[in-house]
């Protein structure tokens, strides 16, 4: 079965820290691996996408890093800020297009 | 703004109704998907459409049915409700099949 685990559930850390969140999936073989940012309330924000050929992409203070032979991802924040709380969600698509599975996703509190 | 719109933005309905949502894609965008969220759920992935066409399917319920139209607007009817109806239902918009998705800003819908 098809699945995506994101650990941890959830982590509360200083303002200026850095911290990492990490993604296991089954689904293989994948097509894009990407991760999310949901504020309380709206819709995800992508922050990166990767194929199954790319190790690592950033996007400002966020990188995300793929490794397709243990089939694990993490996205890794840095010098986070008040505004990075939120829930961060991995989403694997099937390589044949017709599934999207997502992961619970792991709730950031940043606090001051 | 994505440039994605949803309406109603609330809807507040009895068990045993009908309601439908609506969503209109970012202008171009050929791709529409509908998600499910739930309260201290992660998105569940319910339907895909591309160019009036269904290409995916995810966990949607046989008491949901959903269409795009000719000019790419697409409807989630959602039939004999029940309190476990009640979530946010997001909708994603995206110009092919397995592009980036922008997220509408949601429909919360409450079963009473």
């Not at chain 1, 820290?17 to 691996?33: D, E, G, R």
């Not at chain 1, 990188?63 to 969600?89: M, N, P, V």
């Not at chain 2, 933005?9 to 949502?21: E, F, M, P, S």
Request: net charge neutral; charged share 15%.
């Amino acid at each position: 079965k098809n699945q995506v685990e994101q650990s941890p559930q959830s982590l509360i850390i200083l303002e200026g820290k850095n911290c990492t969140l990490q993604c296991n999936y089954t689904v293989s073989p994948f097509s894009n691996l990407r991760w999310y940012k949901q504020d309380t309330g709206r819709g995800p924000v992508s922050l990166t996408i990767m194929t199954f050929s790319e190790n690592t992409k950033s996007n400002g203070r966020y990188t995300a890093t793929l490794d397709a032979d243990t089939k694990q991802s993490s996205l890794h924040i840095t010098a986070s800020q008040l505004s990075d709380s939120a829930s961060y969600i991995c989403v694997v698509r099937n390589q044949a297009g017709t599934a999207l599975i997502f992961g619970k996703g792991t709730t950031l509190s940043v606090s001051s | 703004d994505s440039g994605v719109t949803q309406t109603p933005k609330h809807l507040i309905t009895a068990t045993g109704q009908r309601v439908t949502l609506r969503c209109s894609p970012r202008s171009g965008d050929l791709s529409v998907y509908w998600y499910q969220q739930s309260l201290d759920q992660g998105l569940q992935f319910l339907i895909q459409y591309y160019n009036g066409e269904e290409r995916a399917k995810g966990n949607i319920l046989e008491r949901f049915s959903a269409q795009q139209f000719p000019d790419l607007h697409s409807e989630l009817n959602l039939s004999s409700l029940e309190l476990g109806d009640s979530a946010l239902y997001f909708c994603a918009s995206s110009p092919q099949q397995g592009g980036e998705q922008y997220f509408g800003p949601g429909t919360r819908l409450t079963v009473t």
